[in-house]
């Protein structure tokens, strides 16, 4: 009989929503809020700053995180579910920056 498997193994295959994931973002906007306004610390107008400014830099890195996903053999179908989207809409969203990105193999 095998052991378990370990489940810091295990990736998820959709977006997950959680407790890890509620931390992170909270210590995000904390830490993002304390870098550029640490006077307003608690104020809902920083706090919002914050997520828009991090939605917007989350938005900028996902092109190249398909790209990367792509490059390393990943399907269309994947990326969809672990964008939580379509295959379809990733695709259509994605596919041109990942062709444009993509790195030409090099010859010795």
């Not at 992170?24 to 304390?34: I, S, W």
């Not at 390393?72 to 579910?81: F, K, L, N, P, R």
């Amino acid at each position: 009989m095998s052991a378990p498997a370990d489940p810091r193994r295990c990736f998820p295959t959709k977006p997950v929503t959680d407790d890890d994931s509620e931390d992170v973002q909270r210590d995000a906007v904390e830490e993002l809020v304390g870098r550029r306004a640490p006077m307003h610390r608690g104020d809902a107008r920083a706090v919002l700053h914050a997520l828009a400014s991090l939605s917007v830099e989350i938005a900028r890195a996902l092109p190249d995180a398909v790209a990367d996903a792509r490059d390393q053999d990943y399907s269309w179908g994947e990326i969809a579910e672990l964008l939580g989207r379509p295959k379809r809409t990733a695709k259509r969203g994605y596919a041109a920056h990942a062709k444009q990105r993509r790195v030409p193999f090099e010859l010795d």
